[in-house]
């Protein structure tokens, strides 16, 4: 079993940056790859990033490339999602999951936070 918990959200404006966290409990967080996934009003969640147990490798959504920047620390039980040049349409509930493997399908993760909010503002 795994609990994530995230933190990091808050309102900033457009071009602005915010760092995402997601702790875990339990001692089995290391052997799950982990994703973050987003949800804007009246739409579907939907993949942003993933990186597996070991951090070695990382997929990202297009729409987010080259601005979001997935990690973890396994020492302390925790993955990131660093996110620069933000823009309105990354207005979202943000939330992290864990996984058995390398997976940008949201059915694939079985454990999941309770999200946290991203406003961001033109």
């Known amino acids: 079993q795994v609990q994530l918990v995230e933190s990091g959200g808050g309102l900033v404006q457009a071009g602005g940056s915010l760092r995402l966290s997601c702790a875990a409990s339990g001692r089995t967080f290391s052997s799950y790859s982990m994703g973050w996934f987003r949800q804007a009003p009246g739409k579907e969640r939907e993949f942003v990033a993933t990186i597996s147990w070991s951090g070695g490798n990382t997929d990202y959504a297009d729409s987010v490339k080259g601005r979001f920047t997935i990690s973890r620390d396994n020492a302390k039980n925790t993955v990131y999602l660093q996110m620069n040049s933000l823009k309105p349409e990354d207005t979202a509930v943000y939330y992290c999951?864990?996984?058995?493997?390398?997976?940008?399908?949201?059915?694939?993760?079985?454990?999941w936070g309770q999200g946290t909010q991203v406003t961001v503002s033109s």
């Open positions: 999951a864990g996984a058995r493997g390398l997976y940008t399908r949201i059915n694939e993760y079985n454990y």
